[in-house]
């Protein structure tokens, strides 16, 4: 939602728990000295470039460690790094450095086992491509991949993209793909798609054909979605790759970093993203009567960490209307939304289901749900947003169970900043609603009146002096582990219409 009334509450990224009744949050520190990472970066570079790093902090049994976040320094042997400080947010952080250095230079973190070394070439080979492919091609590290001017792959070739190959692009400059692309970069030699000039941003990737699916396996896009005429969605820019004409693509372990455009673009299309980071592009992505799959991925920083409020529609991501020829609902599941100007989650018209995630620090709603359709809300913590979920103009259905919504200046919300009119409806169950400024706020603007019966809580912990409809509630204390859920101790145990715990519950 673009537009907000300064009578509302004021948005504050460090928040002092305030709200009617305060929990105890009991927080076991990390163990630095145990533990190791994943440091992903190109596996090759020359001295003075641009180079993007992504470290991935991992529990003992392989997953990424959620409970790990920190403000870090990288550590550079044999290289010197003009930038090496940077936030590790819930296990997942990443740093876009210019790194010098006159021979292979290996990054790490201290007191963490698995460093990176990256090969240091003095030079590359070029090859240089424009226009049209005219016969499927497989490249390679051995030359960086130079285009110069809009490239079409038509129907009937293949682009296959190796390991550890480098593809830059120059200013504005565009893939059109109507034949086949697969990229299969890996964990030690990624791809990465990035800018002939760094001061100068390429355009993007579109996908339209139906009867292939694109591939695109650690992947690095860098300095992409920058055509002025090739913009898509409602923030205005371009998308790094666009998926279109009922195409579908699979993006598996790719890293979208420091994008003027949008990460993705979907227009009547799927696309499913797994183990993906998107962070400082102008939004994560818009998906318009597409249908998406998104897990166990990071969404930070949108469109970059700088604390100051500029109303451009920088969502993490933002989904219209649902798929065009099926009911299927997109998903975003197992995944973490951290600090943006806009939304975490944009719900416009679509049917979604949010499931296991995390949405925090967003100067406008966690969740922004809108127009019609269902959004269905279950077992996410949403924390430290000026709203935490609205169900705002005309009617959307808004389900909510087994959630934490906590530290925001409203929890939940009735209305929005619009005098569209409100004829939706929230449903709230096994829900832990607390330490929110004012944990429910019904309004409609027009009337400056709340709307009978819009929203309904049950089986839930919620205290708010102004609103009284809530079914079989608590109003104690609870207590929290770290991550928001409830310790043996708390009020709130097997306390929920199902007999488990209110709150979060396990997977």
Wanted: hydrophobic share 35%.
């Amino acid at each position: 939602m673009k537009i907000r009334f300064l009578f509302l509450f004021s948005f504050s990224l460090l928040f002092s728990c305030s709200g009617d009744s305060g929990s105890k949050i009991i927080i076991e520190e990390p163990d630095l000295t145990e533990g190791e990472i994943q440091v992903i970066s190109p596996s090759q570079t020359l001295s003075d470039q641009n180079l993007p790093i992504v470290i991935r902090v991992k529990s003992s049994d392989g997953s990424t460690n959620k409970n790990f976040s920190k403000n870090i320094h990288l550590d550079f042997e044999n290289a010197f790094a003009n930038r090496d400080f940077f936030s590790i947010r819930k296990g997942v952080g990443s740093i876009m450095t210019r790194v010098q250095a006159d021979s292979n230079f290996t990054i790490g973190l201290e007191n963490f086992t698995g460093n990176r070394t990256v090969i240091l070439k003095t030079e590359i080979p070029q090859k240089e491509y424009q226009e049209t492919l005219a016969e499927s091609q497989t490249w390679d590290s051995e030359f960086d991949r130079i285009i110069t001017k809009s490239l079409t792959i038509p129907q009937g070739v293949k682009l296959t993209i190796l390991e550890g190959t480098r593809v830059l692009l120059s200013d504005t400059v565009n893939i059109r793909i109507f034949g086949e692309i697969e990229v299969l970069g890996t964990l030690e030699k990624p791809v990465h798609f990035s800018s002939t000039n760094w001061n100068n941003a390429w355009g993007g990737i579109t996908y339209h054909n139906q009867n292939s699916v694109a591939n695109f396996e650690y992947t690095f896009f860098t300095r992409g979605g920058g055509h002025p005429n090739k913009v898509f969605g409602h923030s205005l820019s371009q998308a790094v790759v666009y998926t279109g004409d009922n195409a579908e693509s699979n993006f598996e372990n790719c890293f979208f970093m420091d994008n003027v455009g949008k990460a993705f673009g979907a227009e009547k299309a799927k696309v499913t993203i797994d183990n993906c980071l998107v962070t400082r592009c102008d939004t994560g992505g818009e998906f318009k009567e597409s249908l998406a799959k998104i897990s166990n991925s990071h969404i930070l920083e949108m469109p970059i960490d700088d604390g100051k409020f500029i109303d451009d529609d920088n969502d993490g991501f933002y989904f219209y209307r649902p798929h065009f020829y099926s009911d299927e609902y997109s998903k975003v599941e197992n995944s973490v939304f951290m600090i943006g100007r806009d939304d975490g989650i944009d719900h416009n018209w679509a049917n979604l289901e949010i499931n296991n995630c995390w949405i925090e620090g967003f100067m406008h709603e966690g969740i922004a749900c809108s127009q019609g359709n269902n959004i269905k809300i279950f077992n996410s913590v949403v924390k430290g947003c000026n709203q935490g979920i609205e169900a705002g103009y005309n009617e959307p259905n808004v389900i909510i169970d087994h959630c934490v919504i906590v530290g925001n200046d409203v929890g939940l919300r009735f209305g929005d900043s619009y005098d569209w009119g409100y004829f939706g409806h929230m449903n709230v169950t096994n829900s832990i609603i607390i330490d929110n400024k004012d944990n429910v706020l019904n309004l409609d603007l027009g009337s400056m009146q709340p709307v009978e019966g819009a929203i309904e809580v049950s089986f839930s912990i919620l205290k708010d002096t102004d609103f009284n409809d809530c079914t079989n509630c608590l109003e104690e204390t609870p207590i929290f582990d770290e991550s928001y859920f409830l310790l043996p101790e708390s009020i709130g145990k097997n306390a929920g219409n199902d007999g488990k715990d209110l709150g979060l519950i396990p997977n």
